[in-house]
């Protein structure tokens, strides 16, 4: 399985994006995918995960209520959809997939979102 992230860009903050991770295998029902993010002179830090078969999601607090992430199964498709976007969301952004939150063994090449004040 490979992942393939995109969605990143340059928005003012207030504004909304919405990321994709396309997963080019079959993803099973028991596995977890979801988003870390690596700002300027920061170490990588969770985002957001959900598990693939019954949809249940996991939020870091600095992201609960403005970001959402969902998937659509047909598609094999993760989304990350960030509201209410703040300088500090700035990082490059990471799909991750594996048996769980804390086991991602598969990782996208990174898609860069930049917020401006």
């Known amino acids: 399985v490979q992942l393939q992230a995109s969605g990143g860009g340059l928005v003012q903050a207030g504004e909304s994006l919405r990321l994709s991770c396309i997963a080019s295998g079959r993803i099973f029902s028991s596995a977890s995918m979801g988003w870390f993010r690596q700002g300027p002179g920061k170490e990588r830090e969770f985002v957001a995960n959900i598990r693939w078969g019954a949809g249940t999601t996991y939020y870091a607090d600095s992201v609960k209520g403005r970001f959402t992430i969902s998937r659509d199964k047909g598609e094999q498709t993760v989304f990350l959809h960030m509201d209410s976007l703040k300088p500090e969301d700035t990082a490059v952004y990471y799909c991750?997939?594996?048996?769980?939150?804390?086991?991602?063994?598969?990782w996208g090449q990174g898609t860069l979102v930049t917020v401006s004040s």
């Open positions: 991750g997939a594996g048996a769980s939150l804390g086991d991602y063994t598969l």
